[in-house]
């Protein structure tokens, strides 16, 4: 989901893309990229900095290659933007705006793009990194002030703080085996809420994870960016 400047959310449903008034929970569906597919729902958005909503979609059954990303503008109008994927998750925009993230965590991929701000358009995508069997997935991420991706290592109980360059700057262990994404918040940006999934996991497994499913609170020692609202 993505707050709205106008008031309420626009947000990415089974059924497609919504606004949605937060104070009465009424809807309004805008468009349905994914209409008429099975198995097929979505996982990850994200507003850009010019006020684009972006999400990505999954397939349940992890059918390779048929999931994709979506890119709706203020306009209303939808643009598929990538396909071929299997598990849309971790968009993030660098603080100058010339770098998209987007992971795809079928492959334990996360992948960098050249971003145009001014046409919302993405080219040149490269490898940013790759996780090791046994370290987890990459799942949702956010960037700080100083340029440094973080994202949550699902079934890797962990979150990764990566260099522009791709390289590892830091592994923060947590609590939990599935964290699940990450985002700056308080007054000044500077604490890192992190969320944590409990589903999924066994009696046994829950027993030795009691916080899972908990939300977290870090102080990294660095501050978050505003997160941007959709426009429309």
């Known amino acids: 989901m993505g707050l709205c400047q ?15 008034n937060l104070e009465t929970g009424d809807s309004t569906m805008i468009h349905n990229p994914i209409a008429g597919t099975s198995d097929m729902r979505f996982n ?70 050249e971003f145009d701000p001014d046409t919302g358009a993405i080219d040149s995508r490269r490898v940013f990194a790759e996780l090791p069997p046994g370290a987890g997935v990459p799942d949702g991420a956010t960037v700080d002030r100083e ?10 109980g962990c979150i990764t703080r990566y260099a522009p360059d791709g390289c590892v700057d830091r592994v923060i262990r947590m609590p939990v085996e599935r964290p699940t994404s990450c985002a700056f918040g308080g007054a000044e940006l500077s604490t890192l809420y992190v969320t944590s999934a409990s589903s999924g996991l066994g009696a046994e497994q829950l027993s030795h994870s009691p916080f899972a499913g908990g939300i977290f609170a870090l102080d990294p020692g660095v501050k978050g960016l505003p997160e941007p609202r959709f426009l429309g």
């Open 147 to 156: 340029g440094f991706l973080w994202s949550a290592n699902f079934d890797g």
């Open 44 to 113: 990850d958005g994200r507003c850009d900095r010019r006020g684009r909503f972006w999400a990505g979609t999954l397939h349940e059954k992890r059918q390779e290659g048929t999931a994709a990303l979506y890119r709706l503008d203020p306009d209303g109008t939808c643009h598929k933007m990538l396909d071929g994927i299997t598990v849309a998750n971790g968009l993030a925009w660098s603080p100058d705006n010339r770098t998209m993230y987007f992971a795809d965590s079928h492959v334990r991929t996360i992948f960098s793009f």
């Open 6 to 20: 106008r008031g309420g959310a626009v947000i990415a449903l089974r059924s497609g893309f919504a606004f949605v």
